[in-house]
């Protein structure tokens, strides 16, 4: 089985190239290295026995079309993507242009490669926009009403994967990520407060929480995502999936709780809420166990422990 991965050195796509090689894939991964790392593709390239070819490509560049065409991979995992929801309020044509235009790119090459299917990243967090409380846990059934340029990109990119469907046969499957986490996540980004948490208060910086700390999100484990994109390739065509916890944990209590793990007493400091931001965001993930065979199986104590212990780095020996 051949697959290609777009953002294939990102946290969550190198974590999905390591499950792929791990179950016998061949896999083509497409990156431009501007938020992915080549050093999270460690592994895949350093084993003689992968099957495994990296592309440093934008796929905003027409060429990828031509690449994936030539790859001829049977399933295309789509994680390539702008992420930052606040660089898509002050730049929304930029964010078109990388999420849908360069979708585009990726769709059409899987297309004329005769792909059988592309699995999205898909943003739970934003395409349902600011749901009223007593509809949490989000069903796949709400209305997608995003409230920010990114989450707008992310739902008409859904769109246009069905109308290829009626069109051209090409299978999908969009995943409506909740807030991933995990060892490999960037700690400088916009995105991941987790990562940006454990980086901080390892490194004795003070941490800063947007608004009053009371928003709150489904943070799910990078593993728990990686298996929903590998059943995805294989079930759940032509739905729209949610992957999620189905628990709301607040910024102040996620902060508290990794301040413990890491031994730091300082307290957060606060700062004004950012424009788009949701003030909770929680995802029913039934329709994904009905249909894909997954829930998660981290717990975020566990979850957030590994992260603290992947940015402390290999442990000095005796």
Same mark, same amino acid.
């Given at each position: 089985?051949?697959?290609?991965?777009?953002?294939?050195?990102?946290?969550?796509?190198?974590?999905?190239?390591? &499950?792929?090689?791990?179950?016998?894939?061949?896999?083509?991964?497409?990156?431009?290295?501007?938020?992915? &790392?080549?050093?999270?593709?460690?592994?895949?390239?350093?084993?003689?026995?992968?099957?495994?070819?990296?592309?440093?490509?934008?796929?905003?560049?027409?060429?990828?079309?031509?690449?994936?065409?030539?790859?001829?991979?049977?399933?295309?995992?789509?994680?390539?993507?702008?992420?930052?929801?606040?660089?898509?309020?002050?730049?929304?044509?930029?964010?078109?242009?990388?999420?849908?235009?360069?979708?585009?790119?990726?769709?059409?090459?899987? &297309?004329?490669?005769?792909?059988?299917?592309?699995v999205f990243a898909s943003s739970g967090g934003t395409i349902y926009g600011d749901?009223?409380?007593?509809?949490?846990?989000?069903?796949?059934?709400?209305?997608? %009403?995003?409230?920010?340029?990114?989450?707008?990109?992310?739902?008409?990119?859904?769109?246009?994967?069905?109308?290829?469907?009626?069109?051209?046969?090409?299978?999908?499957?969009?995943? !409506?990520? !909740?807030?991933?986490?995990?060892?490999?996540?960037?700690?400088?980004?916009?995105?991941?407060?987790?990562?940006?948490?454990?980086?901080?208060?390892?490194?004795?910086?003070?941490?800063?929480?947007?608004?009053?700390?009371?928003?709150?999100?489904?943070?799910?484990?990078?593993?728990?995502?990686?298996?929903?994109?590998?059943?995805?390739?294989?079930?759940?065509?032509?739905?729209l999936c949610n992957i999620g916890t189905g628990a709301e944990t607040s910024v102040?209590?996620?902060?508290?709780?990794? !301040?413990?793990?890491?031994?730091?007493?300082?307290?957060?400091?606060? %700062?004004?809420?950012?424009?788009?931001?949701?003030?909770?965001?929680?995802?029913?993930?039934?329709?994904?166990?009905?249909?894909?065979?997954?829930?998660?199986?981290?717990?975020?104590?566990?979850?957030? !422990?590994?992260?603290?212990?992947?940015?402390?780095?290999?442990?000095?020996?005796?």
């Open positions: 089985m051949k697959a290609l991965v777009t953002g294939g050195a990102g946290f969550i796509g190198s974590t999905l190239v390591d &499950r792929l090689l791990a179950e016998g894939y061949a896999v083509d991964v497409i990156d431009d290295l501007s938020t992915g &790392r080549l050093a999270n593709l460690a592994n895949a390239r350093s084993d003689r026995d992968h099957d495994f070819h990296f592309h440093q490509l934008d796929i905003c560049d027409p060429s990828v079309m031509e690449v994936i065409e030539r790859r001829a991979p049977d399933v295309v995992f789509h994680l390539a993507a702008q992420i930052d929801v606040r660089v898509s309020v002050a730049d929304p044509a930029l964010d078109a242009r990388i999420n849908i235009l360069g979708s585009l790119n990726v769709i059409e090459g899987a &297309r004329r490669a005769g792909a059988r299917k592309v749901v009223d409380p007593d509809d949490l846990p989000v069903t796949e059934a709400q209305a997608q %009403a995003p409230v920010s340029p990114y989450g707008v990109s992310k739902k008409v990119v859904t769109d246009y994967l069905h109308a290829y469907r009626e069109l051209h046969q090409l299978e999908y499957t969009s995943l !409506a990520l !909740a807030n991933v986490y995990g060892p490999r996540q960037d700690p400088h980004g916009e995105a991941g407060v987790v990562a940006i948490f454990a980086g901080r208060l390892l490194s004795g910086e003070r941490c800063t929480i947007f608004g009053d700390g009371g928003q709150t999100r489904d943070y799910v484990f990078v593993d728990d995502v990686v298996d929903a994109f590998f059943r995805a390739a294989d079930r759940g065509s032509g739905l102040n209590d996620l902060y508290a709780a990794m !301040a413990l793990n890491a031994e730091v007493g300082t307290e957060a400091e606060h %700062a004004p809420a950012r424009a788009g931001e949701l003030a909770r965001s929680c995802l029913d993930a039934t329709r994904a166990k009905l249909h894909l065979g997954w829930q998660p199986f981290t717990q975020l104590p566990e979850g957030t !422990a590994a992260v603290i212990d992947w940015f402390r780095g290999p442990s000095e020996p005796v």
